[in-house]
Every structure is written in structure tokens, then in C-alpha cells.
């Protein structure tokens, strides 16, 4: 059966991972996405390559697809790009401000091509303001945004680390772009007018943090200025990076009693996380533990009072004490018969044969033409009357340049001068 989004076609002018992901996850909704590469190859191909041009990241970020190589700086290049464009619905592009023009692929320009296209415009701090031209990554929009400084983590020399399991604002920024373009589809389906779509890493990140970022005085001055004054402090007198994330850590008193049961501990054979969120869910734990004293649970225990630091303190230690007494497995079956919310700490490679990952599908298996068999995961979302997901792997470089020009028109001839000209990579 075709997913949802089956007859929809998308041109993606993208490279390494927020473009990309927005790309496959429009593939996962059915739709058939082309992605037109440097001569040179998208920049994920060579990170981490098990054969030329083939990367595990590669992989991952573009399934589904299919690849046609150009040479954009070359005139025939783009305007075989114009040429393309009334054939699509949807193009996506991430680049810095600026660089979509000098291709001649921006909006204003593709617009002339086709009237009703939906065009995704994706960059790092946004289209005008004093960063606009600025070059973006993830990692820079992690440090510009806070989000590296709320995670606190510090190396070895007191200088910042990234959050290093995910690409965060790259993933969150594609989802974003692909929410819009359903939106974008649906509206054009109605008016038959397009869209001109903008998301930025600075905006994702922002989204990501908005009880930290957003202003609320009431609230505010209570919680917030405290921490922010001691902070400007530290800034006054020249106090490092590391001494601003101790502050930040530590000045918020009511965080710690809330983190006794919404925080890690070690355990007999490794480690375990509790996740309660509510009243019932903190009772829950309790009992699991055994603690039966525990202040904070009197309604009116004042975590703001720094006199009670000292006793969050001590409870917290007993608690950690308690948790050493037992396994992994031993634990989860004690909590789990309360019904509170915990889990293993596992590493990521252990998910791939994990079995609510398997009883969920949640895995997809293709056939690469080079690699062989890969097991990746699978859509996001799941539909039960229109299925998600691509059986297609991820494209070779450049592999069906014949076959998408002969989709829109183009004879053999022509694509064989095109080739001549040096805009078809490869």
C-alpha cells in the first residue's frame, strides 16, 4: 500500500544532517525524494567511509532515496535544476543565507518554475540579523543556543562538551521542516497557493529550551534571578566557564528534591534511572525503596529553604546506599510492580535487537547495493491505514542521474550533453 504522502515529490538540495533527516523522514511518509549531490558527494559520505563514498552516517541520513550528481556552479547545472522543478512539489535546501541565491535556487527564483512549490529554507541562525551569514553546525548552535551549557558537561580541563549522543538541534530542525511541509500540503490542497517554509538550528534549540529561554517575572524573579545575578557575578570578576555551570548547577534549590526520583543511580551491575514526574509517581518510588520519611513528601516542605538543602542532601545519600543493595533486574521488577517509571541505562548499540524493538518493528531491513543487508531504524511515526517507511536504501553517489532526467523529460541525448558540459557530476 503507498504511504500517506504517495505521489508527492520532493527535490532536497541538502547536505549532512538536518536537511537530510527532513528528507527521509518525507521518504518514510511515501513520498519520492531526489537529492541532488556535489560533485564531490554530500560531506556525511567520507565521515566514518567503509568503501569509497559509502559511510554508516550516509546511510542513516538519506534511505529512501534516490541521487543525481551536479556541478551547481556551473550555469547548465542550474538551470537543469529549473528545468526540474515544475515535476516537483516540495524542495528543500540547508545552506548559509545567501548561498541559494548565488545558485540561482532560491525561492523567488524556483517560484517562476512552478507557482504553488513548497520551498524549505533551513539554516543555522536564520535569514537576516548579525549572524544570518554566520556558518552553523550543530554543535556551534548547542553553544550559541545554551543548550551545551544547560546540559553542564565539562571535560577534563574545564572546557565545554557537546551533548554527545545525538545531533539535537539538527534532528529537531528536520522534524520541523518536515511537520511544515505536511502542513504546507495540506493548505495547498485547499488554496492551491505554496508555501515558503524557514527553519533555523538557533530557533530548533531554542524550541528544545523554552522553560529556560522563555520570560515569565512572576515566576522569574523568584527562580530565575537569583541564579542569573550570582552568574553576572561570576562574570564580573573573571570566573571561568566551569565556575558559571557550577553556579548554574547548584543555585536551584528546588530541583533537588524533584531529582531524588527523577535522576540515576548506580546499582549492583550497572545503572538505573528514575523518572517519576507527579506526586503518585514520587509515592511509588518510595515504596519501592523503602523510605518511609522522606520530608518532601509533607506538603509543606519548603525546597526554596536553603536550610533544608542539608536534609534533601542525607535522604539522598540513603537512597544511594539503598540502590547499591541490588541488580538491574532485580530493581525493575520491584519497581515495576508498583508501576513507577524507571529503566535500564543501556548504550545505544544494545537497542538494535532489543525486544520492545522488535515486537514494535521499530527496525527496518534493506538491501544496499554495495553494502548488502542493513538493519536501520525505521519511521518515526506509524499509521495503521497508510504505512510508513522506505524499502529503498540509501542511494550510491550519483547512481540515478538516467533515470530521474528521463522521469521529467530529458532524452538520452541531452543528458549525454549535459554530461559533456561537466554539470552532471561524475
Known sequence: MPGPLDGVRVLELTQIVAGPFAGVNLADLGADVVKIEPPQGDGTRVIGAFAPMESKGFHVLNRGKRSIALD???????????????????????????????????YETLKQFREDLIYVESTGYGSSGPSATRSGSDIVAQAYSGLMAGEGKIDEHGAPQSISCSAVADYATALGAAMGVCAALYRRSITGKGEFIQTSLLLSALVLQGGHISELPVSDELLKRPIMDEIAAVRDRGGSYEEVINVRKSANATGKAFRLYYTGYRVKDGALILGSLTPANREQMRRAIGITDDPSADPDFNALDPANDAIIEELGERIRSIMLTRTMDEWIEIFDREGAPVSKVQIPEDLTHDPQVEA??????????????????????????NPTGAERAAPAFGVHVDEILTDIGMTAEEIADLRGTGAIAV
Open 72 to 106: 551547481l556552479k556551473q550555469p547548465e547545472a542550474q538551470e537543469l535544476v529549473h528545468r526540474m522543478i515544475p515535476h516537483f512539489d516540495v524542495f528543500l535546501a540547508n545552506a548559509r543565507a545567501g548561498v541559494a541565491d548565488r545558485l540561482r535556487l532560491d
Open 360 to 385: 514494535m518493528d521499530f527496525m527496518v531491513d534493506v538491501e544496499h547495493e554495495v553494502s548488502g543487508p542493513e538493519r536501520m531504524v525505521g519511521p518515526i511515526v506509524r499509521m495503521r491505514y
